[in-house]
C-alpha cells in the first residue's frame, strides 16, 4: 500500500473519508474519518463500561485510575478461574483505595 493513497489502517484517502484540519504551525493535516469514527466508537464504549462521564478537566491519574478499574473488571468477567477472580477483586480493591 502506499503511503499517499491510504491511511496507516489501510483506508483509502478519498475525498468522502479525510477530514482536512490545521495543526498547531498552521500546517494543513488529513485524518482518515473512519479510524476516527471508530476511534470515536471506541472512547464512548469504554466510557459507558467505565460509567464515568466524560470530563475534560478529570485529572490525568484518576482518569487513569478509573479506566484501570473498568480494565480489570472486564478481565474479572472473562477469567476461567475463580482463583484468578479473586487476584482481580484483590487489585480492584487495592487500586480503589488508592484515590487521588
Given at each position: 500500500?502506499?503511503?499517499?493513497?491510504?491511511?496507516?489502517?489501510?483506508?483509502?484517502?478519498?475525498?468522502?473519508?479525510?477530514?482536512?484540519?490545521?495543526?498547531?504551525?498552521?500546517?494543513?493535516?488529513?485524518?482518515?474519518?473512519?479510524?476516527?469514527?471508530?476511534?470515536?466508537?471506541?472512547?464512548?464504549?469504554?466510557?459507558?463500561?467505565?460509567?464515568?462521564?466524560?470530563n475534560?478537566?478529570?485529572?490525568?491519574?484518576?482518569?487513569?485510575?478509573?479506566?484501570?478499574i473498568?480494565?480489570?473488571?472486564?478481565?474479572?468477567?472473562?477469567?476461567?478461574?475463580?482463583?484468578?477472580?479473586?487476584?482481580?477483586?484483590?487489585?480492584?480493591?487495592?487500586?480503589?483505595?488508592?484515590?487521588?
Amino acid at each position: 500500500m502506499a503511503k499517499d493513497n491510504f491511511c496507516t489502517n489501510g483506508h483509502a484517502w478519498t475525498p468522502d473519508n479525510t477530514y482536512f484540519y490545521r495543526d498547531y504551525a498552521n500546517k494543513t493535516r488529513r485524518k482518515c474519518k473512519a479510524c476516527t469514527l471508530a476511534r470515536e466508537a471506541r472512547n464512548r464504549r469504554n466510557r459507558r463500561v467505565a460509567k464515568i462521564p466524560y470530563n475534560k478537566n478529570r485529572d490525568a491519574r484518576e482518569s487513569m485510575r478509573v479506566n484501570r478499574i473498568a480494565h480489570l473488571i472486564d478481565l474479572m468477567w472473562q477469567a476461567s478461574t475463580p482463583w484468578e477472580r479473586a487476584d482481580l477483586r484483590a487489585e480492584i480493591a487495592e487500586i480503589e483505595k488508592q484515590k487521588v
